[in-house]
Structure formats: C-alpha cells, structure tokens
C-alpha cells in the first residue's frame, strides 16, 4: 500500500517534468471590425526555461518573444489588426489586437519551445471569428404599458438585425435577474419558411400581480462573451380591494400585540 502511494507520487511527478509546459490559450470566440481582443497564452516553467514564445494566425508569425534574444519582443505589422502587449511574466503573455478587420478571423495559435537541451515544442490553438457589425440590444415587440392580472403577458425580443450562418446570437429572457422557464417561453417571428429569430416571453399577468404589481424583465442577447440586453418594467392593475384588506389586518394589531404581551415593562411606566 505504501509501496503504492510511493510510486503514484513518482509518476506524478515525473508527468509534470516531462513537459507540459503550455497551459493553455485564452481567445475570444468573437470580436467586431474596427474593435479589440484580448488573446493570452500561459504556460509552466517549473521544470525548464522558455527559449520562445510566439502567436501565429492562420499560420503566419506575428509575435515573438526570446528572452535570451537583445531584442526580447519582434512584432510583425499586419493589415488584419495592430499588436500591443498587455502583460507579460514567467507564466502568461497577454496580447491586445486593435483595429481588427473581418480578415483576422481564423486560427490563433500559441507555441512555446523550450530552452536547450530539449528544445520541446508545445503549440495550442483557438479560433476567433472577427464579425463585420458592432452587436445592438435586442428590440422588444407588442409590450403594453399596464395588463389585467387575468391577461396572458405576451412580448417579442429579436435581434436588431437579422444574423446569418453559423454566427447566430442566443436569446434569453429573465425575470427580476432569474433565468425564465422554458413553460413560459416561445419561438418568436418567424415567417414565411424562415427560421425563428425571435423568443417570447409568455407570463401571466397573475403572477406579476402576486409579486406586488410588477417585475422587472429582461431580454439578453449573447454571442461568446459578448452581452446586450434591453429591460421592460411588466406593470399588472391591482385591484383596490386587496390593499384595503392589507392595511386593516396589519398595523392597528400589531402594536396592541406588543404591549400585550411585554408585561415586564408595565409597572416601570405606570408611576409616570
Ligand atoms: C484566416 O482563415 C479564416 C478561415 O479559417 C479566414 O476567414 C480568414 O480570412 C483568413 N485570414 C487570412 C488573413 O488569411
């Protein structure tokens, strides 16, 4: 058993000296023309030294840093975006491409060798896909200032513009933060054989009425890390009766109870 334990630990070990040396790379999946991205490659050099790092896209260098090198940093100008460095230690490399254009879609990829003697090559990659249009809020369709607490709450969210192909945004809806279940959810504005593009948002108006006349909605529209979302206050008529009840049940008894059942206190205030 401790024989076991023994070997396991040595194996272990000897997994992370064999190499390893890349953690990994961190691309977002989307960005927009004219805009930014923020790409960072991390690696481990517990067990030996970097003789270099360099970012490649769709195969061609564009960053390259050699530590043992006068010039640590060479930079290649490209047409497809502008290169600054952000932030560089022993563990990350972190890079800023500005003024991308559509042609900077593609593959990102990070290589690191090792110093000599083994002069071991790692690379990892991801893809980003750069998009012609800024994204906008959502568009909200068919919200009415107030509804009846009997009424069924029927409101449409679609993207500003229609998207095409693989690049297709998700629509999400919440209620005062919380993600709505699918019951009460629909497709929404789809016409003439297209597809939807659209999700609806289906409450009734009686629950809105149980959550004190109103709830705050919110319909989000995510690509990768990309987020917008437009809000709707849902507003439902109480009716007048309800806060008549309320108002008799609760304050005039509520203070009788109090001195009612402190009678500790009542010899102190009677002498005054
Ligand atoms: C890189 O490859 C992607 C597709 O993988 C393409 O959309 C993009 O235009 C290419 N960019 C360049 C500069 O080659």
């Known amino acids: 058993m401790l024989w076991f334990l023994v070997a396991s630990i040595l194996l272990l070990q000897c997994a992370t000296a064999a190499g390893d040396i890349l953690r990994g790379v961190d691309v977002p999946l989307y960005a927009f023309a004219g805009g930014q991205a923020t790409l960072s490659c991390s690696f481990d050099l517990r067990s030996t030294r970097l003789y270099s790092l360099k970012w490649y896209h769709n195969g061609t ?53 090792a110093e000599h003697p083994s002069f071991r090559t790692e690379a990892s990659t991801a893809t980003m896909t750069v998009l012609r249009e800024p994204l906008s809020p959502p568009v909200l369709v068919g919200g009415k200032e107030i509804y009846e607490a009997t009424e069924l709450i029927k409101i449409g969210c679609q993207p500003r513009r229609p998207f095409h192909g693989a690049h297709t945004p998700t629509l999400q809806w919440f209620l005062e933060g919380s993600k709505v279940e699918s019951e009460w959810v629909a497709p929404y504005g789809g016409h003439r054989g297209q597809a939807f593009t659209g999700l609806a948002l289906h409450v009734p108006g009686e629950q809105v009425a149980r959550a004190g006349g109103s709830l705050q909605a919110e319909c989000r529209l995510t690509l990768g890390p990309h987020e917008h979302s437009t809000f709707k206050t849902l507003r439902v008529r109480i009716r007048m009766i309800s806060y008549v009840e309320n108002y008799q049940s609760s304050a005039p008894y509520g203070d009788s109870d109090r001195i009612a059942t402190s009678p500790a206190n009542l010899p102190k205030v009677a002498p005054q």
């Open 61 to 113: 260098e564009f960053y390259r840093y050699v530590p043992t090198q006068r010039q640590q940093i060479s930079i290649k100008p490209s047409p497809k975006f502008a290169v600054h460095e952000l932030f560089r230690s022993d563990q990350r490399v972190t890079l800023s491409l500005t003024k991308l254009s559509v042609s900077a879609s593609g593959q990102y990829r990070c290589e690191v060798i």
